[in-house]
């Protein structure tokens, strides 16, 4: 039987509290935070007090969009700027061009899932990657 790696409930509660606590230092905006797995199905999300239904929506589709594209969103979006094509190409309302998506890749590079941050603009890629690191993935 084939082992496939995955996102932990660890993992997904570390990446949650690395970005938070950054988001919180010193805290300027309110953030959503989705997880998602190599299928963009949910495995964990969190939102702070009073943040946009935008943001909200725009964490999950991040954290889709570098799962099923097997990318960071800012990646994906450059590459679509340089073919001349937009995410409606694809046919699927769940992709965006939006940063502020990184894909979570095991240590031997099989595509485990998502994180997508959605908010706090300038910074929503640095607080995923934050999230990332967190996961401890070797």
């Keep these: 039987m084939a082992n496939k790696p995955y996102i932990t ?3 997904a509660s570390a990446a949650m509290k690395a970005i938070l606590d950054e988001a919180n230092n010193p805290f300027v905006k309110q ?3 989705a997880i998602v797995d190599e299928a963009g199905l949910m495995v ?6 009073n943040v946009r239904l935008y943001a909200r ?4 589709r991040k954290a889709y969009t570098a799962a099923v594209m097997g ?10 700027l ?3 094509r937009t995410v409606s190409d694809y046919g699927d309302p769940n992709l965006t061009p939006g940063e502020g ?3 979570v890749l095991s240590s031997d590079g099989i595509i485990m899932g998502g994180i997508g941050v959605g908010g706090y603009i300038e910074r ?3 607080l995923a990657a934050i999230g990332l690191k967190a996961m401890n993935i070797q």
């Design 44 to 49: 964990a999300y969190h939102q702070m007090d």
């Design 101 to 103: 998506g990184v894909v």
């Design 82 to 84: 340089e073919r001349g």
């Design 9 to 11: 409930s660890d993992q």
């Design 57 to 60: 929506r725009h964490a999950f």
């Design 31 to 33: 953030i959503a935070i």
């Design 71 to 80: 990318m960071d969103t800012s990646a994906n979006g450059a590459q679509l």
């Design 124 to 126: 929503d890629e640095e």
